[in-house]
């Protein structure tokens, strides 16, 4: 079965520009998160989506937005890039009907704002 | 304020031995906790994860501990071995205050096992 799938795996943007990235959830699974990894930290909590509603939102700024379609799948947009925002951004999925399952996550998307 | 720490950037342990890696956190609402393993160029993948009702659970060669009154949780990989190295992400969630899916990671610990 494939896993949760991100594209694309690298990006070169530069400041003021704007990024969609985009994940496909694992076949089945309804709930997508979007966590941000910066070098040297764990990943940190930007979205949460289930049936194309936001669920919960991280401490990130206004310029982070994300959708979900019904398909399941999943973007997340940027605007206003910054240099700071340069990191790999890892998309998850779940299985919502078994309570105990953990999230899985894609490779991500390693992004570079120069 | 880091509320999951991973005070260990990096261990390193011989082929065969234990590995132990631990992790503090500091929300005392947090009730499921969560082990990942990540691989340079790859997504996190998950290891094993323990609820707080429980103080241990196995998985063939992982176990988790956790001590729910030291807030410390920790990771035991008996026999270690060269494919295990990777770096490690200690991650905690408030699963029954509805955020089952808003993780907490740590900074993680680079685990290198010698051959």
């Known amino acids: 079965d494939a896993g949760v799938t991100q594209s694309p795996t690298h990006l070169i943007k530069t400041r003021g520009q704007h990024v969609t990235l985009r994940c496909s959830p694992i076949?089945?699974?309804?709930?997508v998160s979007w966590y941000q990894q910066v070098l040297g930290q764990g990943p940190q909590f930007i979205f949460q989506y289930y049936e194309k509603e936001e669920r919960g939102r991280g401490n990130f700024p206004d310029r982070f937005s994300a959708r979900q379609f019904p398909n399941y799948s999943s973007e997340l947009n940027v605007n206003a890039l910054l240099l700071g925002d340069s990191a790999l951004y890892l998309c998850a999925s779940v299985d919502s009907q078994d309570y105990n399952s953990p999230l899985h996550f894609g490779n991500g998307t390693r992004l570079t704002v120069t | 304020d880091q509320q999951v720490k991973q005070n260990s950037p990096s261990l390193s342990v011989q082929e065969g031995r234990i590995s132990i890696l631990n992790c503090d956190y500091t929300?005392?609402?947090?009730?499921?906790f969560l082990w990942y393993k990540k691989y340079p160029a790859e997504g996190p993948t998950f290891l094993i994860s323990?609820?707080?009702?429980?103080d241990k659970n196995e998985d063939g060669r992982f176990t988790v501990f956790l001590n729910k009154s030291a807030k410390h949780l920790s990771l035991h990989i008996v026999p270690s071995q060269p494919g295990d190295s990777a770096v490690y992400f200690c991650a905690a969630s408030w699963r029954s205050g509805g955020s089952n899916y808003k993780l907490t990671f740590g900074k993680g610990t680079l685990l290198t096992v010698n051959p």
């Open positions: 929300n005392s609402m947090f009730d499921y």
């Open positions: 323990i609820s707080s009702i429980k």
């Open positions: 076949s089945g699974h309804k709930s």
